[in-house]
């Protein structure tokens, strides 16, 4: 696997943020639509000069967002019975049951902020206290310290209480950590897989939608497009749950995968993907590879071969990338997942591996980079053909490790068919063939806050 292929510039940890201006144009045409009683409008809360304590101010989660608190009640600060963590008020909140905190452009952001910051709060808190003896009193006393001894005592156990805030710098790097230690103790994984969403066609996901699905499919195509864009939050939600089940029941109990590690990110238009690494057993051990030896590299290329596939089931060309799309009501993505027992598998894996696993086009801003003053395919597409079978060898003149699966189509991602059929959106799905490979990742994203 080229290193290249893995790292993506163009994500990021957290979901899509709002359209500023979209919001603007809606409050516009709001305010200077003539339809509107002037009697029903609210004035806007009041700027004051001394800043709001959010800590202890009632109130101020109504006055922020009036839309979403309209009687002014249940705010975050007020008189409880019993204690209440503030993410589980969040959780609690973007679970209502009609989804209107959810839809809100704007509140999930302002409480995931609220929520990184408190916990920032109370661990320097904690902090403050074991450390209290040593701490230095002043903030530029502190920085003195820092500069002075930055691998001090201080600067190590402030490291490692940033590890507890997600999201963090620290956050990360304790993940890229916890990878290190995998790679260590069990050796370089099997395999790197990358799975995508299918959010405009699941149907398990749009089943959680609160509208009614309409009947016309047309009209249904514009319904789950809308749905992806109204309820960011069950999306993601649901992309965990998928993911989740999928890693326990179908890499792990299916494929027997003895570790994983792994990270959702969500690209620039809000669509989630999952990628990570997998030790799977019965994996040929890739660091104590003899790479001179016949025999060893032929049973570990049998062992790709089983799991490893670029074969396009369609042998005719013109016959490959079919619009299903067009077809509202055809696309695969559209099976049921309870109802896959009941369908043609050969040609649900043609379908689908036409649909969604072809890299059919190189786009700027998407995959292409400079490289060299010319424009390539970070993913290296189109690959070269093997019709006569897979390869599995060291490069004698850089030393790099090579698989080559059997190919016989130049633009079909490598994926595993079952995984391929049973997850049901784009797969890519690489042997890991050195260390380097992981230990470049680890270095260039893994820590990416
Ligand atoms: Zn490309």
């Given at each position: 696997?080229?290193?290249?292929?893995?790292?993506?510039?163009?994500?990021?940890?957290?979901?899509?943020?709002?359209?500023a201006?979209r919001e603007m144009e809606l409050i516009h045409a709001w305010v200077n639509?003539?339809?509107?009683?002037?009697?029903?409008?609210?004035?806007?809360?009041?700027?004051?000069?001394?800043?709001?304590?959010?800590?202890?101010?009632?109130?101020?989660?109504?006055?922020?967002?009036?839309?979403?608190?309209?009687?002014?009640?249940?705010?975050?600060?007020?008189?409880?019975?019993?204690?209440?963590?503030?993410?589980?008020?969040?959780?609690?909140?973007?679970?209502?049951?009609?989804?209107?905190?959810?839809?809100?452009?704007?509140?999930?952001?302002?409480?995931?902020?609220?929520?990184?910051?408190?916990?920032?709060?109370?661990?320097?808190?904690?902090?403050?206290?074991?450390?209290?003896?040593?701490?230095?009193?002043?903030?530029?006393?502190?920085?003195?310290?820092?500069?002075?001894?930055?691998?001090?005592?201080?600067?190590?156990?402030?490291?490692?209480?940033?590890?507890?805030?997600?999201?963090?710098?620290?956050?990360?790097?304790?993940?890229?950590?916890?990878?290190?230690?995998?790679?260590?103790?069990?050796?370089?994984?099997?395999?790197?897989?990358?799975?995508?969403?299918?959010?405009?066609?699941?149907?398990?996901?749009?089943?959680?939608?609160?509208?009614?699905?309409?009947?016309?499919?047309?009209?249904?195509?514009?319904?789950?497009?809308?749905?992806?864009?109204?309820?960011?939050?069950?999306?993601?939600?649901?992309?965990?749950?998928?993911?989740?089940?999928?890693?326990?029941?179908?890499?792990?109990?299916?494929?027997?995968?003895?570790?994983?590690?792994?990270?959702?990110?969500?690209?620039?238009?809000?669509?989630?993907?999952?990628?990570?690494?997998?030790?799977?057993?019965?994996?040929?051990?890739?660091?104590?590879?003899?790479?001179?030896?016949?025999?060893?590299?032929?049973?570990?290329?049998?062992?790709?071969?089983?799991?490893?596939?670029?074969?396009?089931?369609?042998?005719?060309?013109?016959?490959?990338?079919?619009?299903?799309?067009?077809?509202?009501?055809?696309?695969?993505?559209?099976?049921?997942?309870?109802?896959?027992?009941?369908?043609?598998?050969?040609?649900?894996?043609?379908?689908?591996?036409?649909?969604?696993?072809?890299?059919?086009?190189?786009?700027?801003?998407?995959?292409?980079?400079?490289?060299?003053?010319?424009?390539?395919?970070?993913?290296?597409?189109?690959?070269?053909?093997?019709?006569?079978?897979?390869?599995?060898?060291?490069?004698?003149?850089?030393?790099?490790?090579?698989?080559?699966?059997?190919?016989?189509?130049?633009?079909?991602?490598?994926?595993?068919?079952?995984?391929?059929?049973?997850?049901?959106?784009?797969?890519?799905?690489?042997?890991?063939?050195?260390?380097?490979?992981?230990?470049?990742?680890?270095?260039?994203?893994?820590?990416?806050?």
């Amino acid at each position: 696997m080229d290193e290249e292929n893995i790292i993506n510039h163009t994500t990021s940890m957290a979901s899509k943020p709002p359209n500023a201006r979209r919001e603007m144009e809606l409050i516009h045409a709001w305010v200077n639509n003539p339809n509107v009683d002037p009697g029903s409008l609210i004035d806007w809360p009041g700027i004051g000069a001394s800043p709001i304590n959010e800590y202890v101010t009632e109130g101020l989660l109504d006055m922020a967002f009036p839309t979403l608190f309209p009687d002014g009640q249940c705010d975050w600060i007020e008189p409880r019975i019993r204690r209440v963590h503030l993410h589980e008020f969040v959780k609690h909140l973007l679970r209502y049951r009609d989804h209107h905190f959810g839809r809100h452009p704007r509140f999930r952001y302002y409480m995931m902020n609220m929520i990184m910051r408190h916990r920032a709060q109370n661990s320097s808190a904690m902090f403050v206290k074991k450390s209290l003896q040593e701490m230095p009193i002043t903030i530029n006393e502190l920085r003195e310290h820092m500069e002075n001894i930055p691998h001090s005592h201080l600067a190590d156990r402030l490291m490692r209480f940033g590890t507890t805030l997600r999201g963090t710098r620290s956050y990360w790097a304790k993940c890229r950590a916890e990878l290190f230690d995998l790679l260590h103790q069990i050796g370089t994984p099997t395999i790197f897989f990358n799975l995508s969403a299918a959010n405009m066609y699941w149907p398990d996901l749009h089943a959680l939608m609160p509208r009614t699905q309409p009947t016309n499919p047309q009209e249904a195509q514009k319904w789950r497009r809308q749905n992806i864009i109204d309820y960011p939050h069950i999306v993601a939600y649901y992309m965990h749950l998928r993911y989740t089940m999928f890693r326990k029941e179908i890499l792990q109990k299916g494929m027997k995968a003895k570790d994983y590690w792994s990270r959702y990110e969500w690209q620039h238009r809000g669509s989630p993907h999952v990628h990570g690494f997998i030790w799977l057993e019965g994996a040929p051990n890739i660091d104590n590879l003899d790479w001179k030896n016949h025999d060893e590299l032929k049973h570990a290329k049998k062992y790709f071969d089983s799991i490893i596939h670029a074969w396009n089931p369609r042998g005719d060309p013109h016959q490959r990338n079919i619009q299903v799309l067009q077809n509202f009501t055809q696309h695969p993505c559209l099976q049921n997942t309870q109802q896959l027992n009941q369908i043609d598998l050969t040609r649900d894996y043609e379908e689908l591996l036409n649909c969604v696993e072809r890299h059919t086009m190189c786009k700027e801003g998407a995959c292409l980079r400079k490289k060299r003053g010319r424009m390539v395919c970070r993913y290296n597409a189109p690959w070269p053909l093997h019709l006569d079978g897979s390869k599995l060898f060291e490069d004698p003149a850089t030393g790099d490790k090579v698989y080559e699966p059997a190919r016989n189509d130049d633009r079909v991602n490598t994926h595993n068919r079952n995984i391929l059929q049973l997850w049901r959106a784009n797969v890519d799905w690489q042997p890991v063939l050195s260390r380097h490979v992981v230990m470049n990742y680890i270095a260039k994203y893994a820590a990416k806050a």
